[in-house]
Each structure stands twice: as structure tokens, then as C-alpha cells.
């Protein structure tokens, strides 16, 4: 079985967070929508190896789904992170409500495996990002 990182990085949250402006928490986005949207927020540019490590993490743990090309935040997810930034009032916090609800989450290598074979070879990822470069790169 391939090694994988199997702890949060600061690039996965900055990815979900991405996606979060991108959807406006509703429908789905393209890749490069997200990829643009973190680029428009703080200048954040991702690398190939950073996009495709934290959908795939964001994926194996159910935060997000892949559905016709575009990326989706799963409802558990919108409902947990509701929760969570709504406590932050309440609460004081040292964590961002992000980086909270992603540290709850294990990921465990047989997942990103799972995510891997059954989303990804069908998403043609690299081909995503790479249209995203030629673009906009």
C-alpha cells in the first residue's frame, strides 16, 4: 500500500476554506473556482501535490464529494461546521472552527485508498489543475 500523510495540513484546511467562499456553502464549485477563490482570499497558490493530498483527505473523510466535475461539501460537514462556528461565540477558541472540525476527523490510509480508486481515477485531477494553469498559471 502507498504511504500517506495522514494528518491535517494547514493546505487542506486553506482548500476546504476555499471551497466554503466558493459555493457560498451551497451547489458545488469547479477546481479552479476553489483554486481561484484561495488565490483572491490571501494570495494562496496551491501545488499539484497539495490539492491532490487534501481532496483526497477531504474526500476519505466525508467532508466533501466529487460530482460531475465539480467539488461538493457534504451536508454533515455544512451542519457540523454551523455548529462549531456558531459555539464560537459562545467559547472562546484558539483553533480557526475550520482546523477544529478537521482535527476531529481520522483519516486512515485504507480511505484515501478508497477515495483514490473509486472518485479520483474518474475525476482526472491533474488534468484539472493543469487546464487551471494554463489559464490562469
Known amino acids: 500500500m502507498a504511504k500517506y500523510n495522514l494528518t491535517w495540513q494547514e493546505s487542506d484546511a486553506q ?8 459555493t457560498g456553502g451551497e451547489g458545488g464549485a469547479t477546481l479552479q473556482d476553489v483554486l481561484l477563490m484561495a488565490d483572491a482570499v490571501d494570495g494562496t497558490v496551491f501545488s499539484l501535490e ?6 483526497e483527505k477531504l474526500t476519505a473523510t ?3 464529494s466529487v460530482q460531475k466535475n ?5 451536508p454533515d460537514f455544512l451542519q457540523a ?6 459555539a464560537e461565540g459562545v467559547e472562546e477558541q484558539s483553533a480557526r472552527p475550520l482546523e477544529k472540525l478537521l482535527h476531529q476527523k481520522e483519516i486512515t490510509a485504507e ?4 477515495a483514490r480508486n473509486s472518485v479520483f481515477k474518474k475525476y482526472k485531477l491533474k488534468n484539472h489543475y493543469q ?3 494554463e489559464q490562469f498559471g
Open 131 to 133: 487546464q487551471y494553469l
Open 81 to 86: 461546521y454551523e455548529k462549531t462556528t456558531l
Open 15 to 22: 482548500l476546504l476554506d476555499a471551497l466554503l467562499l466558493a
Open 70 to 74: 465539480k467539488l461538493y461539501l457534504s
Open 62 to 64: 466525508g467532508c466533501i
Open 111 to 114: 480511505a484515501i485508498e478508497q
Open 50 to 55: 497539495e490539492v491532490t493530498a487534501g481532496l
